[in-house]
Structures are given as C-alpha cells and as structure tokens.
C-alpha cells in the first residue's frame, strides 16, 4: 500500500540552525541558502521524514526509497 510521497531537491539541503536539532531537521528553503551539487563529490544531506496518520500492523515491512 503506497502511504506518502515526497520531494527535496539536493540544491535546497541548507539547515536552519536555529531550528535544527539532532532528531529533526529543518530545511533553510531561502534563494540565498541554495548550494549546488559538485560532480564526484558526495554531500552530506539530512531528510526529515515527516509523520503521517496510517496504522502498521505488527510485522508489517516499511520500505523508504531515497533517489
């Protein structure tokens, strides 16, 4: 059953340190905080996953896709 479905470009990954804190993270969405990729290197960047209203059953199997 398909629950949620959401979307962060890599460029708008910028924390808001102010409201940051190690479990949740929060997204700096300004023109001014956009950072683009640079080829070959691998970047650092926190998603929060943000909570919804569904039911699990016990033994239910949770499947998160990062593209």
């Given at each position: 059953?398909?629950?949620q479905r959401g979307w962060l470009r890599a460029s708008m990954?910028?924390?808001d340190g102010q409201r940051s804190t190690a479990l949740r993270p929060w997204?700096?969405?300004t023109e001014a905080?956009?950072?683009p990729l640079r080829p070959g290197e691998p970047t650092l960047m926190?998603?929060?996953i943000h909570?919804?209203?569904h039911v699990f059953r016990a033994g239910s199997s949770l499947r998160v896709t990062l593209d």
């Open positions: 059953m398909f629950v990954r910028a924390l997204g700096d969405f905080a956009v950072r926190r998603v929060e909570k919804f209203a």
